[in-house]
């Protein structure tokens, strides 16, 4: 793996201090995330819920999406906090929105206790669909 021993305990720190941040009132599921931009910033974000549910958003993509917005379009690590015993992975949307940012990145999963599971995109999304198949299109 390329993030380092400090990244890594940086990462991990930041999503589950993003996690007790969470607003998950309807699922009782918070989640914390942080991902490592390609010139070693950290950003961190937290799932947040709507009562109108497919308005809510995952905490992989509030990350990836603070870091976007502040101008960072490469992503070489996302970790995942949740209280799952294994760790659960990103959802199918967040794997997408990591694809497009980070088709490399390391995804590392874990939770409280310290059980981790480590993993890349190309193996959470054999055969992704990207950027890459829509340019020169229309």
């Known amino acids: 793996m390329s993030v380092d021993a400090p990244q890594r305990a940086a990462l991990v720190a930041a999503a589950n201090d993003a996690r007790s941040r969470a607003y998950a009132p309807y699922s009782a599921f918070p989640v914390g995330s ?65 694809l497009e940012f980070g088709p490399d990145a390391e995804v590392i999963c874990t939770n409280p206790a310290g059980d981790t599971r480590e993993t890349s995109m190309t193996q959470l999304l054999p055969f992704g669909f990207g950027g890459s198949e829509l340019r020169g299109r229309g």
């Open 34 to 98: 942080a991902v490592l931009t390609a010139d070693g910033a950290i950003y961190s974000g937290c799932n947040v819920e709507s009562a109108a549910y497919p308005l809510g958003c995952c905490a992989e993509r509030v990350a990836i999406y603070k870091a976007v917005s502040d101008g960072h379009r490469a992503i070489r690590c996302v970790v995942v906090v949740t209280d799952t015993s294994p760790p659960a992975a990103p959802c199918g949307g967040c794997r997408q929105v990591i």
